[in-house]
Structures are given as C-alpha cells and as structure tokens.
C-alpha cells in the first residue's frame, strides 16, 4: 500500500477509533449509574445528555436501552418495539445500551451488555459471544460470502444452545456499512435514525444495487456476496429464554491481499474483550 | 414398624406411643398422621427420612396404641392435641426446634400448632398435605359467603359436596357403629380399589378402633372453628403446602389466599389421590428431605429459585431427555429446567448433550447430567437405565425425542434406510418405554412417558412414507400403552409438532438423489423451516403441558391441530393433499 494511503487510511481510522472509544465510554459511565429503578427510557437520555455534553450533535441512530427479556427481544413484532420503554431495571437483571453517536464526521455504532448483580446465564451468554467474534473474522478474510457467513453465525448459535435474536433487527441483518457523514448545522432524525447516515445508507444500497451488493448483512441473497471493503458495524446478538446479549463495533475491511490487513477489527481496547482476556488471565 | 425405638409419653392422664428412627443427633422430623389412620400411615415415608433425619411418629390420642380420653366428648379439641405435640416434642427433642409434617388430620391439628403462640421456637418448619387449618378454612367459606360470585359459590359448592363424609362423621352413634362392623372390615379394600393404596401392613388391626375414636376430632372441632375463625392464625414457620390433584376430599381451590396466612409458602403439586403418603413415598420423601434441609441451613431451597410455569409440579423430579442435543429435545430440556427438574440428557452427540445439561443448570436444574447414547442400541440403553437407576433415581418423566427424517418416495427408499429410520424413530421409542416404563412401573409410584411422534403421523405424503409410517407406529405405541399403564398412575402422551424450526431438515436423510442433490434438498426445506419458523420453544410448553393435564395426543402447530381434525372428519381432502409434491 503506498503511504500516502496507507497514512490518509490511518486519519480515518483514528477518527472512527476515537468515537467508537467515546461511544464505550459513554456506554460504561451510564452502566456505572444505573441502579433498580430506572427506566430503559431514562437510560437513554442519559446515554442522549453524556454524549451531547462532549460534543455529539448527528447520530446514526439515537440511543436505544433494553432491560430484562427486552434483551433477548421477547415478543417483538414491529419496530417500535425497539424504542426505549418504561421498564425499570431490577436486581439481576441484564441490560443492553446501544448507540449510534456521529463525532467530527465519524460514526460509531457500540452495543454493550451488563446486568445489574449476579446473574449466571448472562455470565455465560457474554462469555460465549467470544467465538462469534473470532469467527466472523477470520471468516470475512477468507473472504466467504456474506451470507454464508451469517449462516455460520446462526449454526454456531443454535449449537450453543441460543437463538438468533439479530434476526429481529430491520432486515434481520448482523452488520451494516457505517460512513463519514458531513457535519450540517441541522441534521433532523427519523425514527430515531440520523437522516444523514440515512442518505448515506441508501446511495449505497443503491450503487450497491447496481455492482450487485449490499450495504446491509443479513440473511437474504441481496448479501450473497464476498465482504466489500469498508467499514461495518457488526452486532451478533443472542438470546436465551428472556436474556439477550450483544456486543456492537466496526470491523474494517480492505481490499488488500494479506489476510491479516484485508480484515481486522477497529479497536481491541473495548470493555467486552477485556472482559475475556481477564477472565482467560484469571 | 420395623427398628423402630418406641416410648410411652404421659399427658394429660393420656399415654402416647412414640416411635422414634434414625440418629437423635440428626434434626427432628415428627410425622402426625390423619383420620382414620394410626402413625403407621407413615412407614413408608419415614424408614426414607430415616436415613437423614431423627424421625418421630406418635399415635393421636384414642387411636393404634395411645390411650383414648374419657368421656371422648371434649377429648379430642385443638388444644388438647397441642398439648400432646409440645409433650412429644419436649420428649424427644427438648432443646432443638423440630420440623412438623402433617398428613390429613395430622396437618389440620399441625395447622393448629404452627399458628398458636405457645409452639413458637419450639417448630422449624411445617410441611402440610391434604389437610387445611380450620381458620383458614372457616375464613374461606365466609369471604365466599358474604361475596358470592358464581366461580366462588361453584367452588364453596363443590368443596361442600366433597365434605359429603364431614356431615356424616357428625351424626350421632351411626358412624360408630358402621366402622366396628362393614365399614371397617372392607375399608383396607376400599383403600386398595379406590385410590389405589398398596396393600401390606397398612391400615392397622386398630383400624374401626382408630375410627370411631377419631369421629372425635370433628364433632369436637369442626363446628366452633369454621363458626368462629380464629383471626390471628398466621405461621410462624415457613410451610410446604403438597397438594395432590387427584384429592377426593379437598379442593385444590381450597388453598387459593394461603400466601396471606403463610407468608413464606412453597407450593407443590402431586398428581396423586388422597393417601399420599401410601402412594407416593419417594416424592414426599424428597421434597421433604429438600424443605428441611433448606431452612436448617437457613438458604432456601435451590430450586426454590426456579420459576418457570409449573415450578409447583416438577420442582426436584427426574425429567429424562433423549435427543436432547438439540432443537424440541433441546428446548424440552430447559423448560423442565426452569421448572426446577433434575434433567438428565441423552443424545448421540455428547457435546450438544454436555451443553443441554450444564445451561440447564444455569437455568434452575438443581442438577443435571449428560449421557452419550444412541437411542437404537438396545445394550446401551439398557446400561443408561441402570446407570440412571443407581446413581441419580427413577425416571418421574421420560421424554422420547430422539428421532430422524427421511425423505423420498418408498421405491427410492432402500431396505438399509428403512431399517435404520425405523431403529431410531421407532426402536428407540419402543426400548425407552420398555427399560424405562418398566422401573417406572416396578415403582408403583406413578410417572408420565412423553413419545415425540409428528404431524406426520396422521398425515400421509408420497414425500414421507417411511418416516411417517414410524411416527404412526409410534402414536399408536403411545396410545396402547396409555390405556395400559392408566390404572398404575402413568401417563403417556404423543406429541405431533408440526413443521417446527429445528435441524432435523439439515440433518435428514434424502432417499433415492446423489449427494449434492441431497445437500441442495437439505437447504431448501431448512431454509422453508426456518420461513415458517415455529419455535421449539413452543413444543416444549405444550409437552409440560401435556404431562401435567396428562393429555393423550397434541398436535402442536396450527397446521398439526388442522390436520388432525381432518385426519377425523375429512381423510379423503388429507390424501389428496398426500399426492402433492412437496416444494424442494
């Protein structure tokens, strides 16, 4: 790669790295104040005010909070129903925070699970979420189709014991494509998603369209085909019987021969793969 | 009763008979029996108590061999009887509180001690069956009399109609005289017939004796404790209430406000009738054992800690599983789980079954274990079935899952893959409910076998004749050995799922194409499965549904229920829908 490239790659990079950071931060401050009683949406204007305070002002997609079976999407049926709700969290229960902050240009897209005490099974659906991690990626550098690997994702899940809760997402899908967005005085949401990450979204489906792929991963044939470079935010999310279990980052990938270089993710500095290593470590 | 250490206890110008086993350093159980009983209802139960606890039984006074009252008229009030207890308790356990266990009568009077105020400190813990307080009792008909709405006046009705004997043990000399003459001389007879006690050293010579004492108890009581309830009858003990479904003479309804009376209630229910501690001895031993165990050490009990529906029902039982690796088998396995069972896995595959086993426990299975076996193979079966036997108990439930698909039509289907669709669909079938059934049965002590079958069933296809013809077999196995094992307390049931999102399609046999055909057929009806995308989940609570209403045959998805309703009314519409090519 000439390092003129390689250089304009690594400002990018950084400046994703940064937000994606933020965005944990964000994520584990919030974690640290909640406590029995408050309420999914309070936790996210929490998430809304903690970002907004250092300096987000677009969003991909405003913060979302689930608690409880709402983890593992028990019972959703229409979108909606990822909105943050008033269900307070209590003793036990697991919780999910995911967020979409747009900073200096940049997006993240984080999803972080905790549980408030003790609770063994989410123990073990955040242990078990480390095989999906290496997984994905060793198999994007083969360079598989997208789908194909979706279908690896899900066998590993119901060979585990769990079900498939991204399904549930639009689309169903496990990953998007995430972008530089430009910075507009007023950027509006819709539904809870930045229109100008939205903009960007389709101008790629649709020139996707055209070269014959996709900007969303998920389970159809429109993601039958090998991972296209770029940047994706990749969410493997589990379920088991009313607790659910995700982690959210971007995974880059490159159009470079090495397999190393032609896929990696982001950042390894993050709060759920810290999480392994000290448990490997103790 | 056999090694039974006996003493007299003086009360009251009474002479108790007090039998005591096990090691006196242990915690105290005292077993009180009910009416018209002697304390050795209860043998049974205590020789297994006995091996962990100091368990005491003692005659009611004027029943076996402790002394009656005279005059019997007055001798035989609450009060009095809580005398007895304290005298029995400070007998033998003079410095440590004892944890109480009342049958029928016993649990009535039981109720008595553990609401007075002159027992507190001296009772751990209190385990009831089929016997409420008369307060509480007295409290139940006035909140229904005073607000009647029809479910009310139909449960105040029908409790009135099943205290039909109550009424008549209040009649004067005439009861009397029907349990010295007929009545007691065909009521060990009765017993055997109606509900089902097994005969042996029970009920006592004592019996008419016992009886005619005992009609005492009500027309000593009955009357000014349901006309003047008590208003402070709460425990001071944590309680077990063990309900048996089946109970002639109490209403499950009965017990509906308890958590009011006993703030710290465990509820169980038993599919059994009214002599539980006759009829099922291991349960009532176990759960117990569990309860006591639990509130001497002061943690409550682990699965208490389950909370899954019926939780009540199969808290502490043996669920055995096989094809339990993976989809219905899987998710069986987990909601018996929740519910609190002990769950033993069984599949080919000894890493799915590992997996089943340990999430079980994180889910509420006090305890879980996988087995590798191969359900076809009758030697290893048999071995599972000792194994099991020896080391974790008998089988309460046995779920027959495991089973295989095989798709083609019956010229394409070679003799080999008949055999071997028909060793694990139906051979396996037909080993579990022989080596398993029969510990079950050799038991006596109840059970439910649970036949995974399929729509398929009772739904012909040109697609499927081999499968289907073994899944047929299967439900009329299942059919045959309900109607045979009815009259011993075992329940079977064939379940018929559906098209239900497991990897049975991924995994399926396609008879009569090449390879790649095969892997391409594979994919496409995994891929239709998963568009219809029926849950196992859902099979499995109709299976603990099943089990517990003991349901006959279930068809479970809503094409499953279609079509067994046109298997009955309209078959010709269900086999020309058999000559359709199925879309692969």
Known sequence: MPTAVKTELDARLSGFREVQRLAYECAEAVAAQLKPGVTEREAARMQREWLRERGVRDWFHLPFAWFGDRTAFVNFRIPLQFFPTNRRLEAGMPFILDMAPVYKGFTADIGYSGCLGLNPVHNRLLADLEVHRELILREVREQRPLREIYEDVDRLMVRQGYANRHRAYPFGVIAHKVDQVKERRWSPNVFGFGTQSLKGLASDALHGHRDGWSPLWSPYKFSDHPPRPGLWAVEPHLGFRGTGAKFEEILVVTDSKDPEQSAFWLDDDLPHVRRWAEEKAA | ?584
């Open chain 2, 1 to 584: 009763m056999e090694g039974a250490r006996e003493r007299w206890v003086r009360t009251g110008g009474i002479e108790l008979c007090v039998a005591e086993l096990g090691d006196p350093e242990q915690p105290t159980v005292v077993l009180v029996h009910g009416y018209p009983d002697s304390k050795e209802v209860w043998s049974e139960v205590a020789v297994r108590l006995a091996e962990r606890f100091h368990v005491v039984l003692y005659d009611v006074r004027g029943h076996g061999r402790s002394t009656a009252p005279a005059p019997l008229r007055g001798g035989f009030t609450l009060e009095k009887l809580t005398d007895d207890f304290l005298a029995v308790v400070d007998a033998v356990s003079p410095d440590r509180p004892v944890h109480l266990v009342g049958h029928d009568w016993g649990s009535v009077q039981a109720w008595e001690f553990v609401t007075v105020k002159r027992t507190e400190g001296r009772i751990a813990s209190f385990t009831s069956m089929s016997g409420p307080s008369l307060d509480h009792f007295g409290h139940w008909i006035k909140s229904r009399m005073t607000r009647p709405t029809p479910r009310r006046v139909g449960q105040l009705l029908g409790q009135g109609a099943k205290s039909w004997y109550v009424y008549m043990l209040h009649t004067p000399v005439l009861p009397e005289l029907a349990w010295r003459g007929p009545l007691g001389k065909r009521w060990p007879r009765i017993l055997e017939r109606v509900e089902k006690v097994p005969s042996g050293d029970y009920p006592t010579s004592s019996l008419p004796q016992d009886a005619a004492h005992g009609a005492w108890l009500y027309r000593d009581n009955i009357r000014a404790r349901l006309r003047r309830p008590r208003a402070d009858a709460y425990a001071h003990v944590p309680v077990q209430l063990i309900t048996p479904t089946g109970d002639a003479f109490l209403s499950e309804r009965l017990y509906d406000d308890l958590e009011l009376w006993a703030p710290q209630l465990v509820r169980r229910t038993l599919p059994a009738k009214h002599w539980v501690p006759r009829t099922r001895p291991d349960r009532l031993a176990a759960w117990i054992t569990e309860f006591i165990t639990a509130n001497e050490d002061g943690v409550p009990a682990k699965d208490a800690a389950a909370t899954g529906p019926y939780a009540d029902r199969f808290g502490g039982q043996l669920v055995l599983i096989t094809g339990a690796a993976s989809g219905i088998g899987r998710a069986t396995a987990f909601a018996f789980a929740e519910a609190g069972a002990r769950i033993v896995a069984v599949d080919r595959d000894a890493e799915g079954a590992a997996r089943t086993a340990d999430m079980s426990r994180l889910i509420g299975a006090p305890e879980a274990w996988a087995e590798t076996v191969d359900v076809s193979d009758e030697q290893a079966m048999e071995k599972l079935a000792e194994k099991v036997a020896a080391e974790y108990g008998i089988v309460d439930v046995l779920v027959n899952n495991a089973g295989i698909g095989l798709s083609g039509s019956f010229f394409d289907t070679t003799t080999e893959d008949w055999k071997k669709v028909l060793d694990v669909n139906l051979w396996g079938v037909i080993h579990g409910c022989r080596i398993f059934g029969k510990q079950m049965t050799e038991r006596g002590q109840g059970g439910h076998i649970v036949n995974t079958a399929s729509a398929a069933a009772y739904q012909p296809s040109k697609a499927l004749p081999a499968y289907s013809t073994t899944k047929a077999a299967v439900l009329m196995l299942s059919e045959c050995l309900r109607a045979e094992l009815a009259g011993q307390g075992i329940g079977v049931s064939a379940i018929c799922p559906g098209f239900v999102n497991t990897n049975i399609t991924s995994t399926a046999r396609f008879a009569g194409v090449d390879e790649t055909e095969e892997k391409r057929r594979q994919k496409k009806s995994a891929r239709l499965y998963g568009l219809r995308n029926y849950p196992p989940e859902k099979v499995a609570t109709a299976i603990l549904r099943a089990v517990v209403k003991n349901q006959a045959v279930v068809p479970v998805t809503p094409e499953a229920r279609g079509a067994h309703l046109m298997s009955r009314f309209t078959p010709r519409t269900l086999r020309a829908i058999a000559r359709l090519e199925p879309p692969l």
